[in-house]
């Protein structure tokens, strides 16, 4: 008598814990589902982020190009330094001596 007791308690811990981890299985997949979402949702975000700043760095090099371009730095030198090309026929060339 005492042992069917205890088979029948037995099954039922058994059942018991096999509904558990039944339950717990089907939170830890929604958990994680939506875990995968959310990576995904800050993936989508991060490679808006990297089109931005790649179409930023195009423009600023195009800007520094500009900048740095000989048409430039000779547009600075003449208005802004008061630099100006030589005439060839008022060029005095000094001679060294020996």
């Known amino acids: 008598m005492i042992s069917a007791t205890r088979s029948t308690v037995f099954r039922h811990l058994l059942s018991?814990?096999?509904?558990?981890?039944?339950?717990?299985?089907?939170?830890?997949?929604?958990?994680?589902?939506?875990?995968?979402?959310?990576l995904e949702y800050k993936l989508g975000?991060?490679?808006?982020?990297?089109?931005q700043l790649v179409k930023e760095q195009r423009n600023l090099m195009a800007a520094r190009d500009n900048l740095l371009s000989i048409a430039s730095i000779d547009n600075v030198a003449i208005k802004k330094m008061g630099f100006n090309f030589p005439d060839r026929n008022k060029v005095f060339y000094v001679k060294e001596r020996i």
């Open 45 to 51: 975000v991060l490679q808006q982020r990297k089109a």
């Open 16 to 38: 018991g814990v096999a509904v558990g981890l039944i339950v717990i299985s089907v939170f830890y997949m929604v958990w994680l589902r939506s875990s995968i979402k959310s």
